[in-house]
Structure formats: structure tokens, C-alpha cells
């Protein structure tokens, strides 16, 4: 019994830092295959297709007994899931990357879980309470990610360079310096409206598990449905038909792990826990991510790695753990205050009439 106690504890922080390694490879994949010609409208088709595929046999053979039915109302849930997700953040996400850089755009994200903690109070999902340490934690930890990004956008400073990237410092110069400043503001717009969805993503996919619990289930409908949703723009934005040709090559393999690992996995894996600790938490995990794409990038890719970025992705990760703790301690009060009732509930005893009457006017003093 402890050690499955244990397990529960343990198994939410495993599972998003088994994701991080997963999307880490998302990041440095698919800026591989932009840069080789894919075109981002016709990868996202793909790559949901291929989810959809890989998750169906799951949903239909796990969940046959326990699915719920069909409703109106949850269909609506997963066309909005589906455009949210699969279709605009997706593409807002691979054009961003395409006209930075893996490292950077990976850096960028951080702000999600700023983001979705705004959006979670918004919406009163999240509650705060300004004389409350986690409460001020959470709002601390908000502004100092929101500064650190912009001072990941504003200052660049002095290249860095690393033992593994003097071999290809020139290279990775110009290949970075290919990029104009209009291309590069435009891919920094995109990569922050690609979190502003990610993070609605987040919260409505949470609200759609309170009345429809079937991961698998619901996953593989949000992957079907954008496909739908995503072939309909493609076909309209991309009409070169070599686009949709794809081998047994780089594009092929892009697709296939981002479909398996960063849409299929990534949607179950972030359901359950989502349930379990809330959006936000599933969202503040992100730093992880930035530090393997930084350094495989700067590896693999060979791009450059300022100042400016290691400074402002710092501040960031600060931040995140600001808000971390304050979360933390969120659920640490709640499964508290849920011990304390089922414990009181289990050793109440029988109460008779004036009992109660004694206890009601109590409570209205």
C-alpha cells in the first residue's frame, strides 16, 4: 500500500518529464524537416492522422465498457479541442520555429504556464488569494516569466560558445543570420499565439475530462477531428500537390513522432494528469524541455546560442518555480483538507436532532 501511495505521488512528475524528453525531440525534428522544404500545413495533416491511427486500437479495446456516449454538447468540446490544438496552435507553433530556431522557440514557450495561469484565473479556475505566500508565489512567479521572455526578445548580446559548437561557429552564424528581423518578429508573434492556444487547449481539455473521463477515447477523437479540420486549411493554403508526397525520409519520420509521441501520448499522458494536479501544473515542466533543445540544437543544428537567451531563459526558469511552489502548495491543501473530511466522515458518530440544531447555529456565528 505505501509503495503504491508512493507511485501515485511520484507518477505525475515521471510522466511530464518523460514528455519533456518527448517534445524535446519534436522541437529539433521538426525545424529539421521546415528547413528541408516540408510545408507546416501539410506535416500537421500527418501528424494527426498518425495519432489518430496509433491511439484508436487503445481507445476502442480499453475503454469499450466504460465510454460514454456521444453528446451534443461534447462534440462541440472536441471541434473547439481540435481547432485549438491540432489546427491553430500547431501551425502558429511550426511557423514560429521555422523562422527562429528550435532553441529559441523552445525557450519562448516557457511562458505557457504564465499564460495559462492568467487564463485559469480569468475563467476562476485558479483562486488567489493576495495575502497567501503560494498566492503571491504564483503572481511573482507570473511577472518574472513574462520578463524573462521579453528579455529574451529584446536583448541578444554576445554569442556563446561551447566546446561542441567551434567547429561550426561560422556555420552556425550565418545560418542564424539568415533569418531577418522581420521573419524572426514574425516567428516570435507566432510562437506566442501558439501558447495562448496551447494553454486554452489545456484548460478546456480539463473541463471536457470532468464529464467525458475516457482519455484514450477523447484523444483519438481530437486527433481525428483534426485532421478533418486541418486537411480543410491545408488543401485551401497549400495547393502545390509535391507538398503532400512524403518517403521513407526525414518528413516521414516528423511526422510519424510528433503523431505518436507529441499528439497521441502527449494528450493521454496530459489527461490524467491534467484531472489529477490541473493544467497548470502539466504546464510547468516546460524548462526541462528548453535545456535538452538548447543543448542538442546547439549540437545537432548548430545554432547559436547569446547571452541574451541563456540570461532570459534563466529568469524564466525562475519564475516557473515560483509558480510551481505555488501550486505545490495548492495541492498540498487540498489533499489535507480532503483527509481531514474523509477522516472526520470515518469516525463521526450518530448525531441526534439537538446536535445539530447546536451546530447549525454555531456555523451561522
Not at 108 to 120: D, I, K, M, R, S
Not at 178 to 197: D, E, N, P, Q
Not at 243 to 261: H, K, N, P, Q
Not at 335 to 355: A, G, M, Q, Y
Request: aromatic letters at 12%; glycine letters at 6%.
Amino acid at each position: 500500500m505505501e509503495f503504491v501511495g508512493s507511485w501515485r505521488k511520484v507518477m505525475p512528475y515521471m510522466a511530464m518529464v518523460f514528455l519533456q524528453f518527448g517534445y524535446a525531440g519534436l522541437f529539433l525534428l521538426s525545424v529539421a524537416s521546415l528547413r528541408q522544404g516540408m510545408s507546416h500545413y501539410v506535416l500537421v495533416v500527418y501528424r494527426n492522422a498518425i495519432a489518430a491511427a496509433a491511439m484508436a486500437p487503445f481507445a476502442l479495446w480499453f475503454e469499450r465498457k466504460t465510454r460514454r456516449k456521444m453528446t451534443l454538447s461534447l462534440f462541440y468540446k472536441i471541434v473547439a479541442l481540435a481547432l485549438l490544438e491540432p489546427v491553430l496552435d500547431q501551425n502558429f507553433f511550426y511557423i514560429g520555429a521555422r523562422n527562429t530556431s528550435a532553441s529559441f522557440s523552445s525557450a519562448l514557450t516557457n511562458v505557457l504556464p504564465a499564460v495559462t495561469f492568467v487564463n485559469a484565473i480569468l475563467i476562476r479556475m485558479e483562486r488567489i488569494n493576495i495575502k497567501e505566500r503560494r498566492s503571491q508565489a504564483k503572481i511573482a512567479g507570473t511577472v518574472i516569466t513574462v520578463g524573462g521572455a521579453l528579455l529574451m526578445v529584446l536583448f541578444r548580446g554576445p554569442v556563446l560558445n561551447f566546446p561542441w559548437t567551434k567547429h561550426a561557429g561560422s556555420h552556425a552564424v550565418t545560418d542564424t543570420a539568415s533569418h531577418s528581423s522581420g521573419c524572426w518578429l514574425l516567428g516570435i508573434f507566432m510562437i506566442l499565439l501558439s501558447s495562448f492556444c496551447w494553454s486554452v487547449f489545456f484548460i478546456l481539455q480539463s473541463h471536457t475530462l470532468r464529464s467525458y473521463p475516457s482519455e484514450l477515447s477523447l484523444t483519438t477523437m481530437i486527433c481525428v477531428m483534426g485532421v478533418v479540420q486541418s486537411g480543410v486549411v491545408a488543401l485551401v493554403m497549400e495547393r502545390d500537390t509535391k507538398a503532400w508526397a512524403i518517403g521513407f525520409d526525414m518528413r516521414l519520420l516528423t511526422a510519424a513522432y510528433s503523431g505518436v509521441m507529441c499528439s497521441g501520448v502527449a494528450y493521454y499522458l496530459q489527461g490524467i494528469v491534467i484531472q489529477e494536479r490541473g493544467p497548470v501544473f502539466v504546464t510547468a515542466f516546460c524548462p526541462l524541455c528548453m535545456i535538452i533543445v538548447t543543448v542538442l540544437g546547439s549540437f545537432i543544428l548548430s545554432e547559436v546560442i547569446t547571452l541574451g537567451r541563456i540570461t532570459g531563459a534563466m529568469i524564466i526558469v525562475v519564475g516557473l518555480y515560483a509558480l510551481i511552489w505555488g501550486k505545490s502548495n495548492d495541492h498540498m491543501n487540498q489533499v489535507e483538507r480532503d483527509d481531514n473530511f474523509e477522516k472526520h466522515n470515518s469516525f463521526e458518530l450518530p448525531f441526534t436532532t439537538t446536535t445539530i440544531t447546536k451546530a447549525s447555529n454555531l456555523d451561522h456565528i
